[in-house]
């Protein structure tokens, strides 16, 4: 995760702490990211980072300038980005776009109706149009979402509409759970039947992977999802 350990949103059911500002960047952070990945040996590595509101760009260049060393310093590296929403910026958008990651990825993270209690801070609509700019650029895009917030199937059915028109073709589901006692309680425990049903609908959608299952997370390692990716950059 990159651009520090202090979120400037406050999203319900995320551990990471809020404060307004953050400290500043760390300029060395895209050198020491793509060496620590080139001593490991990594051939793919998933860079996130928290919302940096107080910045102008809200860390796109940091962001690109990330990716553009990790791919420098390991050659045929894929790199999964998950990246906030840059408030919609285009410019700020198209920044990390232009670096060409193996797959760009944004949460929704829930349906359209929770967002005032889940993601106060974000807006469903300008989170798709991410997505959107994201698969007409050409990138393999992906979202994930939480299940037993409060949402209905029927819900969850036409989020999942929803992300495959804006051109995701990766999309993630697993279950919420609640971090601490200050964040929103868990609604419901999703069935693994229930996810099984929500892998299967997505796949009729048109999807190229999906993973649907309690424990599944958006960083979850997935040799389906990689194998899809490499398809996808042959
Ligand atoms: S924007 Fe991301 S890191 Fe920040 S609080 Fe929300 S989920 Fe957590």
């Known amino acids: 995760m990159i651009l520090g350990n202090r979120c400037t949103r406050n999203c319900k059911f995320c551990a990471v702490g809020h404060v307004e500002k953050p400290l500043p960047p760390d300029p060395a952070e895209p050198e020491n990211l793509a060496n620590a990945a080139a001593a490991m040996k990594l051939s793919f590595v998933?860079?996130?980072?928290?919302?940096?509101?107080?910045?102008?760009?809200?860390?796109?260049?940091?962001?690109?300038?990330?990716?553009?060393?990790?791919?420098?310093a390991v050659p045929?590296?894929?790199?999964?980005?998950?990246?906030?929403?840059?408030?919609?910026?285009p410019a700020a958008i198209d920044r990390v776009i232009r670096t060409r990651p193996a797959v760009f990825g944004h949460n929704l993270e829930t349906v359209p109706r929770l967002y005032p209690d889940v993601r106060p801070q974000a807006d469903y609509a300008r989170s798709l149009a991410v997505l959107r700019r994201s698969a007409e650029a050409g990138?393999?895009?992906?979202?994930?979402?939480?299940?037993g917030l409060g949402e209905t199937l029927e819900e969850v059915r036409r989020t999942i509409d929803d992300a495959y028109a804006a051109g995701c073709r990766i999309f993630y589901a697993g279950q919420y759970l609640q971090p601490s006692?200050?964040?929103?309680?868990v609604a419901r425990y999703v069935t693994p039947e229930e996810f099984d049903a929500v892998k299967a609908y997505a796949e009729?959608?048109?999807?190229?992977?999906?993973?649907?299952?309690?424990?599944?997370?958006?960083?979850?390692?997935?040799?389906?999802?990689?194998?899809?990716?490499?398809?996808?950059?042959?």
Request: aromatic share 6%.
């Open 76 to 89: 045929g590296i894929l790199v999964e980005v998950l990246v906030p929403d840059f408030k919609g910026d």
């Open 46 to 72: 998933v860079v996130t980072s928290v919302t940096r509101d107080d910045l102008p760009d809200g860390g796109a260049e940091h962001w690109a300038r990330t990716v553009e060393a990790v791919h420098e």
């Open 181 to 185: 006692s200050r964040h929103l309680p």
């Open 204 to 234: 009729s959608v048109g999807f190229g992977f999906v993973a649907s299952a309690p424990l599944v997370r958006s960083s979850y390692h997935e040799e389906g999802q990689t194998a899809y990716v490499r398809g996808q950059h042959p």
């Open 139 to 147: 990138l393999v895009t992906k979202t994930s979402v939480m299940l």
